[in-house]
């Protein structure tokens, strides 16, 4: 089989998003907010539409200023609710991202007609489209696929974010009140984390849709955990397993002439079953083996 | 007015299909809802929702056609199946149960996306409506969806009747549950199914993204008005009714809007409304008390003032000058002077001269407050061990909370002692 | 050096305005091991939880070598309990060693060789240097503690507060780690460790501290390990106290009448 320019383009987008999320994914894992992601994923619905309505433009860096500023209500209003109004943590999570997109739904409704983003859009995303909405300068020169530049650009922004503050965000995954003990302000790395999840959503809204962004943050890194106990090869490995599930699910895609995004979940799904049966460390048959010897 | 009696009338069948159908709905999952939330499994909800798609899909391609029987059956099974791979992923592997529902919900949502692209270019020409299922279709309920929703509601209701208790027993302690022979595993397999039941059949009305706050939201504001699990499951029930109720008359009003999100706002909203204004825990009560809390320290804080400056001079009922009461303690002016026509007002003190003097209720008052404080002080002197120059900022505070019972039972411990660990002598009431 | 190590004056901590700790006063000394001993609830791991700043005073304040916390922090270490982390998580013996020079090496600074060799040094004092780069998820309770206790010691502070270091570990490992500590106090380090065991208490401490919400006594073993102290520990709660406590709850009550103006 022949690659395609668009082939290697859709390719190249998606393993980078693939990367950005593997990159949040784990964190989100260890800290046991992966439903957090989720809502987050959905959330940030209702900031994109306010962003439209007031700058009128479909332009990045509005939508993603919006989509960002919601992540981080989202963040807070879960938190507000467990705190002040003493709600149990599960049901903070579902009331807040259901009300946030009931009201993104809304206002995209009374927007109908008026901007091409609609509740599809949200919920699978288009890959395919990449290599069609090329970025022309002024001077009429052809740069490339627009997404291509963007989720490049938010790969290494996130992957120069997290190499600056591993320490702090390892420390306070791992052990939240030691952290405090020596004076690392979790507060601040629990939203920095949460602001950088609502950005890499947004980016990733269009092109894989809200659901299955969720299927990239968190299958490639819960895969990974059930093959190293290594923080470092855990975030390698997921990075290259969304790698091949991005790779897989296009060609899975192309070949049944189905959804792209739905195809790159479906593979994730299948790696993670391959782990979690025959991880060699943690994988259901070896492990029953071993007790099996034991006894 | 006249639009809402005419959707009152419902004179129009596709309005009564409409209203009656997302009443239907919301009620009865508010019921399996209340059990997810007691449960603190709210978001299976949401996983649930996300893995009826896959089943849709395959029910279709097995009948080749829109069958509702099959469809229901496939989105059953997938839903079903969703909750127990999640249960054994987190019991055979180190994954926790937060990754494993995002995990389970993703990818079935993902495959059942797939399934979905795949029969619509198939080009088979019954499919077109499947994706209903994605965003749901209240305004389109029908005649028959609504006996659907009808024999549903109707079962879920019957089924939380009959298993109540043990639904409660289970969610409080399970192990118990256990412990007292019931077929713990069964009754859970009866429990999951229904939920499965109300999420396949809600999902048709809201979509996948918003059923989980079918069944969370009204649970939740729920909680607010009730202790009891009856009470629970009779408000979420009224909620959920009302927010089907209303978001159908959203839509009615404005063709436009869609009825599912506004179910989902009008269900939230009661959900925020219930946090604020509750009165056993909203914050506005919370905060009121609060207020009230703080109107009776000053108010006894500038009472026992009299009383101190009594101490001091030997007379009880002479007229005090503001300056005299500054002079004892800290005050701001305009809140000295407004407090003093409250304490006016409410019969504790009353003008003399250019003062102000304490009524022979004031000085009841003003003398307890002493006397607690004094007794606390010993307490703490006495009881707790803490050396006599550490107690009195624990005692001005204490001063103001004790009962009547926990004034005489701590009267009672230190056996009506007469002075306090700093000599000051401790004012009884003279009978 | 500094003759009291940690000063703390009367600290109440509450928990949805409930008190935990009542007005908790007491000096400790420098270059000694001292227990913190009493009931399940009792108020013990809060009471070092307040002191390293973890959970919010309600009143009071604590010194430490007579200086505000964030001034000495390099100077205290804090070793939390056990069971407080998730041991299956991706990190090496190595890696939670090494967090322990965080607080000197800062957030963002390179650590250098001779953090590596101070954390090296941590391991082999704890006899855990061959399992320095195995995976905390494959290693035993006794092992784990050890582990925590080398990263507490790569801080290199004068003050260590240990959260049940004790629990749940092989008797091993208990002695190597009691013997350890002395060794610290013997250097001039205080230590002063959460325990739960009575029996051992008098024989493994210099000083105790006796908690049930409010502090019992405080002082050296002889003079405070007696019958009568441990009677007003174990002898359950003040009931007026309690009784005052739980009706803070109720009524949302702050400990200090200052704190109502706040809300």
């Not at chain 1, 299955?212 to 895969?223: F, G």
């Not at chain 2, 905060?287 to 001091?312: G, I, S, W």
Request: with cysteine; glycine share 8%; hydrophobic share 50%.
């Amino acid at each position: 089989m022949q690659l395609t320019y668009e082939d290697i383009t859709i390719l190249a987008t998606g393993s980078l998003i693939a990367w950005s999320c593997a990159l949040l994914g784990s964190f989100l894992m260890l800290r046991r907010m992966a439903l957090a992601g989720d809502a987050i994923a959905h959330a940030v619905l209702p900031g994109i539409v306010i962003a439209f309505l007031l700058s009128g433009t479909r332009s990045s860096p509005v939508m993603i200023a919006g989509a960002a500023t919601l992540g981080l209500i989202t963040t807070f209003a879960i938190e507000t609710l467990q705190k002040k109004a003493r709600l149990q943590a599960d049901a903070s999570i579902g009331l807040t991202f259901t009300f946030l997109f009931a009201v993104g739904v809304i206002l995209l409704s009374m927007l109908a007609g008026k901007v091409d983003l609609d509740q599809d859009c949200v919920l699978y995303g288009e890959l395919s489209y990449v290599p069609l909405d090329v970025w022309i300068t002024s001077t009429g020169t052809v740069l490339g696929p627009r997404a291509l530049f963007i989720t490049a650009t938010l790969f290494i922004v996130l992957l120069t974010i997290i190499t600056i503050t591993w320490r702090p965000l390892l420390i306070t995954t791992f052990d939240p009140v030691y952290a405090t003990s020596i004076g690392v302000n979790s507060v601040f790395y629990h939203y920095l984390l949460m602001g950088c999840v609502s950005v890499t959503t947004v980016v990733s809204f269009e092109l894989v849709g809200a659901i299955l962004v969720v299927a990239l943050l968190i299958a490639p890194a819960a895969t990974a955990y059930l093959l190293t106990d290594s923080f470092r090869n855990l975030i390698i490995l997921a990075c290259g397993l969304g790698l091949v599930a991005v790779a897989g699910g296009y060609f899975l895609a192309t070949a049944v002439d189905a959804s792209v995004a739905g195809s790159i979940a479906t593979v994730n799904g299948l790696l993670f079953m391959a782990a979690f049966l025959f991880s060699p460390r943690y994988g259901l048959l070896f492990r029953k083996k071993r007790t099996a010897i034991i006894h | 007015m006249n639009t809402l009696f005419e959707f009152l009338s419902l004179s129009d069948p596709n309005v009564r299909y409409v209203t009656l159908g997302a009443m239907l709905l919301m009620g009865s999952s508010s019921l399996m809802g209340t059990f997810t939330l007691l449960n603190k499994k709210s978001l299976i909800g949401d996983a649930i929702a996300h893995a009826v798609l896959p089943g849709v899909c395959l029910g279709f391609i097995f009948s080749g056609s829109k069958d509702p029987l099959w469809i229901l059956a496939g989105a059953f099974f997938t839903g079903a199946f969703s909750v127990y791979l999640i249960d054994f992923i987190v019991q055979h592997s180190r994954i926790k149960e937060d990754t494993a529902i995002a995990l389970v919900l993703s990818v079935f949502f993902g495959a059942g996306i797939v399934l979905l692209t795949f029969i619509q270019k198939s080009g088979n020409a019954a499919q077109s409506g499947l994706d209903q299922f994605l965003f749901g279709r209240a305004a389109a309920i029908n005649r028959n969806d609504l006996m659907v929703f009808g024999i549903t509601a109707v079962v879920i209701a019957s089924a939380t009747l009959l298993f109540k208790r043990i639904f409660i027993l289970m969610a409080f302690d399970r192990d118990y549950a256990r412990s007292l022979g019931f077929p713990v595993k069964f009754i859970q397999f009866i429990q999951t199914s229904l939920i499965v039941l109300a999420v396949v059949i809600g999902i048709q009305a809201v979509g996948v993204v918003l059923m989980a706050a079918v069944l969370i939201t009204p649970a939740a504001a729920a909680r607010y008005w009730s202790n009891s699990v009856k009470g629970i499951l009779l408000i979420a029930t009224m909620v959920g009714l009302f927010s089907g109720f209303a978001g159908a008359f959203v839509s009615y009003v404005a063709p436009a809007m869609p009825t599912g999100p506004w179910i989902v706002v009008v269900a939230s909203v009661m959900a925020f409304a219930s946090m604020i204004f509750s009165p056993q825990s909203g914050m506005l009560s919370r905060y009121l008390h609060q207020r009230r809390l703080r109107h009776t320290v000053a108010d006894e804080n500038l009472l026992k003032v009299f009383y101190q400056l009594a101490e001091t001079d030997k007379t009880f009922f002479d007229g005090r000058t503001l300056a005299q009461l500054t002079g004892r303690r800290k005050f701001q002016i305009v809140s000295l002077k407004r407090r003093l026509s409250r304490l006016q007002r409410q019969g504790y003190l009353e003008k003399s001269g250019d003062g102000w003097k304490l009524t022979d209720a004031g000085l009841i008052r003003a003398q307890r407050i002493v006397k607690i404080h004094r007794l606390w002080e010993l307490y703490l002197t006495t009881y707790m061990k803490i050396a006599p120059d550490h107690v009195h900022e624990d005692a001005d505070t204490i001063e103001h909370l004790l009962t009547p019972e926990l004034e005489q039972e701590l009267e009672r411990q230190l056996g009506y002692p007469d002075t306090d660990p700093h000599q000051a002598e401790i004012p009884y009431r003279k009978n | 050096m500094e003759t009291t190590a940690l000063e703390i004056h009367d600290l109440t901590v509450a928990f949805s305005r409930k008190p935990v700790l009542w007005n908790v006063d007491a000096k400790l000394p420098a270059g000694k091991l001292i227990g913190i001993i009493g009931p399940n609830g009792a108020g013990k791991s809060t009471l070092i939880k307040a002191i390293m700043g973890i959970v919010p005073l309600s009143s009071g304040y604590v010194k430490i070598f007579g200086q505000e916390l964030n001034a000495v922090r390099r100077r205290v270490s804090y070793v939390p309990q056990r069971e407080s982390v998730d041991w299956d998580f991706p990190v090496s013996v190595m890696d939670v060693t090494l967090m322990g020079r965080y607080a000197h090496v800062g957030m963002f600074k390179k650590l250098r060789k001779a953090d590596y060799d101070i954390a090296y040094d941590a391991l082999r004092k704890m006899g855990m240097e061959a399992f320095a780069n195995r995976q905390i998820a494959q290693l035993s309770g006794g092992q784990q503690q050890r582990t925590f206790l080398a990263r507490a010691l790569a801080q290199q502070a004068d003050l260590y507060l240990m959260d049940e270091p004790f629990a749940g570990v092989d008797a091993a490992t208990e002695k190597a780690v009691i013997t350890l500590l002395r060794e610290m106090t013997e250097q001039g380090k205080t230590v002063i460790v959460v325990h739960h065991n009575l029996q051992s208490a008098a024989q493994y401490f210099d000083c105790l501290l006796l908690l049930n919400t409010r502090l019992i006594a405080c002082g050296p073993v002889a003079d405070v390990f007696t019958p009568e102290n441990l009677q007003d520990t174990y002898g359950g709660k003040l009931t007026l106290l309690t009784d005052v406590a739980n009706l803070m709850r109720k009524e949302n009550y702050p400990v200090r009448e200052a704190q109502l103006q706040k809300e």
